[in-house]
């Protein structure tokens, strides 16, 4: 009886021995081992593992660990690789989610995308640290970029240092071109201590309208209240603009000349217009007005400061043009506008001592008078300069001026200074009204300058000047 119980329950069990399958809830077993019904294991279960030491542990072989799902040849599931674990899907199709819940009922936090541009979805926020051990400061916490055909990394984008997030590649500031000062609210472009909100180092180039407390600009540079501009240090970069003209080169400037004066500067001209910020004192090509002084334009040529009924070097006035001013330009001398005589002796027949020796300004007055008073008496038709120029006059918007005189040798060497501006003169000896000697008399040779003591008897040119 006990012989036969026994087989009975063998039989139970479904030993098969044709299958070698055994079947536990079920007659019909499909495998090896086939259990229908929950099932509890108390112990280790090895798969493909003859000792396992995990309550599921699989043998050594790399490939699929775990399907989930399969069609046959792909499946959802879990596989190793060499230094790899795999969490794969069936098809490109198919994601992968994080959640909780149930597959029913799933609250996703994060989706692995098996297709198209995007490969992860996130809801919530994201913790990246500093993943070193031991903790390396410079393995900060980040996102590494690839270029578009990962072939390497282009960029990073993460956490710099204690304080400071940003973008890491190119040669500006050791890579972090773009920084954001998370402890100071502070944003470096080219910088990596940014000193204001905004803090670009290196060139900028904006295209478009820029608005400085003005949220509409409507110019490329717009700003709403005031605007400073500081000195680099010295004159040479002292606070300005510049000034380009259409073909953008530099053609004027408008700023601090130095550091009381400020006013405009003109490519080639220099600082012709300026005011002293100190006393308000305007500064017109480089000379400062004073009390009493009145602005006077002087036509094409530059402005100047005078007083009233002043003149300038090169005003046409009082019969010729001026070229030689003091006094604020109250007084000062005329040359005529042209030659008096182009060739003509110091003496008048023969050869004395006139007693002319004075010079500068106006001594050619008093020469004059002596040099005619004296070689009068011995020829009275006679003809020399002193008297050419004596006997001048002209007539100009009906005033006649007859003042006229043989310069000094002073007063003919300023003449000489100028002649550009008087204009008219040849390159040829001059004479001057001061005498050496009784033979001898000074003249000035207008191509060179040279001033030197000559025969009275030789021709020169004769220039006469009155003063005013």
């Known amino acids: 009886m006990k012989y036969f119980l026994f087989i009975a329950t063998i039989f139970l069990l479904v030993i098969k021995a044709r ?42 072989a790399f490939g699929d660990k775990i399907s989930l799902l399969s069609n046959s040849t792909n499946s959802y599931g879990f596989g190793i690789q060499s230094g790899l674990l795999q969490i794969h899907t069936e098809a490109s199709g198919a994601d992968i989610a994080f959640g909780y819940g149930s597959s029913n009922s799933l609250t996703e936090r994060a989706r692995i995308i098996n297709y198209g541009t995007d490969g992860m979805m996130l809801n919530g926020r994201l913790h990246i640290k500093n993943g070193s051990t031991p903790l390396d400061l410079n393995a900060t916490g980040g996102v590494w970029l690839y270029k578009s055909d990962n072939s390497a990394p282009l960029g990073f984008m993460g956490t710099q240092n204690l304080k400071n997030i940003g973008f890491y590649g190119g040669p500006v500031n050791n890579g972090w071109g773009f920084v954001y000062d ?8 080219g910088t990596s201590n ?65 550091d009381t004066h400020v006013g405009f500067l003109g490519i080639g001209t220099g600082w012709k217009f300026g005011m002293n910020t100190q006393t308000g004192a305007l500064k017109i090509n480089g000379t400062e007005g004073q009390a009493g002084q009145v602005l006077t334009s002087a036509g094409g040529a530059s402005s100047y400061w005078g007083y009233t009924n002043s003149h300038y070097i090169g005003e046409s006035y009082g019969g010729g043009i001026v070229f030689y001013v003091y006094d ?29 020796t004075g010079d500068g300004v106006p001594a050619g007055s008093m020469n004059t008078a002596l040099i005619v008073a004296t070689q009068m008496v011995a020829n009275q038709p006679g003809n020399f300069a002193a008297k050419v120029c004596a006997d001048y006059s002209l007539t100009v918007g009906g005033v006649t001026y007859g003042d006229w005189y043989l310069p000094s040798r002073i007063e003919l060497d300023i003449l000489y200074l100028q002649k550009t501006v008087v204009g008219g003169f040849a390159n040829n000896n001059y004479w001057s009204s001061r005498e050496v000697n009784d033979v001898l008399a000074w003249k000035q040779d207008f191509a ?21």
Request: net charge neutral; proline share 4%.
């Open 19 to 60: 299958a070698q399958n055994v079947g536990i809830g079920t007659t019909t077993p499909l495998q090896k081992l086939h259990v229908e019904g929950t099932t509890f294991l108390n112990g280790n279960v090895g798969v493909g593992d003859s000792t396992p030491a995990f309550p599921i542990s699989f043998g050594p």
């Open 182 to 189: 998370a402890i100071n609210s502070r944003v470096g472009i």
């Open 194 to 258: 940014p000193l204001q909100t905004l803090h670009v180092e290196g060139t900028t180039f904006l295209n478009g309208n820029v608005g400085i407390g003005n949220s509409n600009p409507g110019y490329k540079l717009d700003i709403n209240n005031r605007m400073r501009i500081r000195s680099g240090g010295n004159n040479s970069v002292s606070a300005g603009l510049w000034l380009n003209n259409n073909a953008n080169a530099e053609t004027a400037f408008i700023g601090m000349e130095d």
């Open 328 to 356: 604020n330009g109250q007084h000062g001398l005329i040359a005529a506008t042209t030659d008096q005589s182009l060739g003509i002796p110091w003496e008048n027949g023969s050869f004395r001592y006139t007693g002319t």
């Open 448 to 468: 060179t300058g040279f001033i030197s003591g000559t025969s009275k008897s030789f021709v020169y040119n004769v220039r006469a000047i009155r003063a005013f």
